[in-house]
């Protein structure tokens, strides 16, 4: 089964500084996507960044970028020049991707981030 | 508003009794996945449908029940309600099976007294 691992519950980090939140997977499957979900206090969970694991370019979305290291099997999130609306439970997520057959997101266990003005 | 529409938002009950949980998927979507978050076992993977089809099963109890209707809303029945079962309940679709574009309704938040 496919295990998704936060190490860091909690970060925090200046406002305008950067700040990398680490993730580690597990899975024995070559054809995968990997993202990073936001949960801020609404509890809404938003799309933060996609990455297909086939592709080997880092994903990037504006003050968002990732560190994939496929053998090693990290997916680091990397936010630059902090924004307080940025704080919130940062969640990393695996899906395997198997066509029509469906398949589901295994979610790591999340890291809170604060952000000092 | 993510498109994706989930009532109640608020639920109160007590130990025992059944609810049903609504949630209707962004235009254009075919699947429907269920997640529970709860703060002792994050966010859990319930079921999933596809066009009126159950296409996944994770974690969920046989107290538990879904269905995907043929307008394509879906509803996530939970009955025998126990205190462990207080948690956010999460509706997210997709146009296709795959969960690679996943978007994710504001959630139901159950609270089981």
């Known amino acids: 089964a496919q295990t998704v691992t936060q190490s860091q519950p909690e970060m925090s980090v200046q406002e305008a500084e950067t700040v990398t939140l680490s993730c580690t997977y597990d899975?024995?499957?070559?054809?995968?996507?990997l993202f990073w979900y936001k949960q801020p206090p609404s509890r809404q969970m938003i799309l933060v960044i996609r990455q297909e694991a086939y592709k080997q370019q880092n994903a990037t979305e504006n003050r968002f970028s990732v560190n994939f290291q496929k053998a090693a099997k990290s997916f680091s999130l990397k936010i630059s020049d902090s924004q307080l609306g940025d704080a919130a439970m940062y969640f990393c997520a695996y899906a395997f991707t198997y066509g029509v057959a469906g398949n589901m997101l295994t979610f790591g266990g999340g890291t809170r981030l604060m952000v000092k003005p | 508003d993510s498109g994706v529409t989930q009532t109640p938002k608020h639920l109160i009950t007590a130990t025992g009794q059944r609810v049903t949980l609504r949630c209707s998927p962004r235009?254009?979507?075919?699947?429907v996945y269920w997640y529970q978050q709860s703060l002792d076992q994050g966010l859990q993977f319930l079921i999933q449908y596809y066009n009126g089809e159950e296409r996944a099963k994770g974690n969920i109890l046989e107290r538990f029940s879904a269905q995907q209707f043929p307008d394509l809303h879906s509803e996530l029945n939970l009955s025998s309600l126990e205190l462990g079962d207080s948690a956010l309940y999460f509706c997210a679709s997709s146009y296709t099976a795959g969960a690679n574009v996943l978007t994710f309704g504001a959630g139901s938040r159950l609270t089981v007294l």
């Open positions: 899975t024995s499957e070559s054809d995968y996507y």
């Open positions: 235009s254009g979507d075919l699947s």
